[in-house]
């Protein structure tokens, strides 16, 4: 059981929110904002972190906001109980415990962290950028590599395998599925 669960709760809309607006600055807004302008920066360089960046510190404010908007007005996960001490501590405790959950925050960390090591200048720009790239390749990871691995490698391998023998590789080493 974490030991402040209303702070695990709000920390999780936080980061959740902040997440959003990082992917929705990085893959809709900043390109937008890039051909509004007339294309005169440069977009991954420059538009995307000056936007991502915005979005990512609003967003999170805007989480916590609306997560103690969601505690003033007490509506919780059950409409009808509203915000408990026991529905907290439940709510706190599944997310603390939820793999996916962890793991999605991870991954965007991790590209915050590499986001705002490779950049020149700037703090939230850059980690914004990051936080993207890390939630994309979390998805990319977690959701496209096994739908590749069970749906398409069984339907090429046969092929590849042909196409490599004729050339006169051999086939066996090719040992996955």
């Avoid at 959003?20 to 972190?49: F, H, N």
């Avoid at 979390?138 to 042909?162: C, D, G, I, M, N």
Wanted: with cysteine; proline share 6%.
């Amino acid at each position: 059981m974490p030991e402040f669960p209303g702070a695990v709760f709000l920390n999780h809309m936080g980061i959740k929110t902040a997440t959003l607006g990082a992917v929705a600055g990085c893959l809709v807004l900043a390109p937008l904002s890039w051909m509004r302008g007339g294309r005169k920066d440069a977009l991954i360089k420059t538009v995307m972190p000056r936007v991502a960046g915005k979005l990512l510190v609003g967003g999170y404010f805007t989480g916590v906001a609306a997560g103690y908007a969601m505690a003033v007005a007490d509506k919780g996960p059950n409409p009808k109980a509203g915000w408990t001490n026991e529905s907290v501590d439940d709510r706190a405790y599944r997310l603390v415990n939820n793999k996916i959950c962890q793991d999605m925050n991870n991954c965007a960390g991790a590209g915050a962290v590499a986001g705002y090591m490779t950049a020149s200048s700037g703090l939230f720009g850059p980690m914004a950028v990051g936080v993207a790239g890390g939630t994309l390749a979390y998805f990319f990871s977690h959701k496209a590599v096994p739908k590749l691995r069970t749906e398409v490698w069984p339907r090429v391998k046969p092929q590849l395998s042909e196409a490599l023998t004729s050339m006169g590789v051999d086939a066996n080493s090719l040992t996955t599925g």
